[in-house]
């Protein structure tokens, strides 16, 4: 059992769920090693699609490319859902981008603020991370099973939660608009969100989703990137988002153009877009 505002978190969450599908059945922490782990547990163990894991803090949140995740208690949102699209595992990257767009609505609508995402999936105010999004597929003879959808949003964590090195590219909504966030009201709008850019990949696929992605993404267009990817090393301009989702850019010293389905995205010359000066 966790301190009453935890579970008052947990309790206000469901009486604002709006979704028909995700949230459904919604597992609530006061504190867990980390959601994805937990929830791709349940999975395995036959979950259905739309389970939900939340906790207030994560001993051992995890971040893309073997990093951690840090999840301080009382102040962010530590979120896992479940989902079992009849699709091919290929398309799971997809998720990524729905899941960024998910949140940055939900920035806009909750918070007023303008998100800037960052491909693939990282959401930015004010040029700061506030938000990373881990997708985990698990597979059988090659088949999709089920993916583990991981979202954590920095919503109120104050200064002192980030260690110094990494305060000039992480932040929280509220550091960045100088107002507290609902926890469970963003909780209740971010599952919303998500549940209807899903169906709508469902039905039509990634080109549904394109617009909304590439509306918050509009800032990277023409700008100077270094992508860490698995091939190597891309130094380059950015061109857009190919059908699928994958960056294009054209590359620095051959002005040949590449496609890249994977990686880390550092802006040359340091972020600026919708940084105050
Ligand atoms: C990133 O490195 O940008 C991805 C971070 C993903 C963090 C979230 S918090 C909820 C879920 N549980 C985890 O352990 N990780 C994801």
Same mark, same amino acid.
């Given at each position: 059992m966790g301190d009453p505002a935890d579970q008052s978190f947990a309790t206000t969450l469901t009486q604002q769920l709006q979704t028909?599908?995700?949230? +459904?059945?919604l597992h609530f922490f006061p +504190?867990?090693?980390s959601t994805n782990t937990y929830a791709a547990r349940l999975a395995r163990d036959g979950a259905p699609e739309g389970t939900a894991v939340i906790a207030?803090?994560?001993?051992?949140g995890k971040g893309r490319l073997g990093r951690s995740w840090i999840s301080p208690p009382g102040v962010n949102l530590y979120l896992s859902v479940i989902l079992r699209p009849?699709?091919?595992?290929? +398309?799971?990257?997809h998720l990524n981008l729905l899941a960024a767009v998910a949140v940055a609505d939900t920035i806009v609508q909750v918070c007023g603020l303008t998100p800037a995402i960052k491909w693939p999936n990282d959401v930015l105010v004010g040029g700061k991370k506030v938000c990373g999004i881990l997708a985990e597929m698990q597979t059988e003879a090659s088949a999709l099973r089920s993916v583990v959808l991981g979202i954590g949003v920095n919503l109120n964590?104050?200064?002192?939660?980030?260690?110094e090195e990494l305060r000039d590219k992480a932040s929280s909504l509220f550091l960045s608009g100088g107002r507290l966030v609902d926890r469970p009201a963003f909780a209740a709008d971010l599952l919303t969100h998500l549940e209807k850019l899903y169906v709508l990949w469902l039905e039509q696929g990634f080109r549904a989703l394109r617009p909304a992605w590439e509306h918050h993404?509009?800032?990277?267009?023409g700008t100077q990137v270094t992508v860490a990817a698995p091939e190597g090393t891309v130094v380059g301009t950015v061109l857009g988002l190919d059908s699928d989702g994958a960056l294009l850019l054209q590359e620095g010293n051959s002005g040949t153009s590449r496609r890249l389905l994977a990686g880390d995205v550092t802006v040359v010359g340091g972020y600026t877009h919708g940084v105050r000066s």
């Open positions: 028909r599908l995700l949230g +459904t059945p +504190t867990i090693d207030d803090s994560q001993s051992g009849p699709v091919p595992a290929a +398309t799971v990257p964590a104050p200064l002192s939660a980030f260690p993404a509009a800032w990277m267009i």
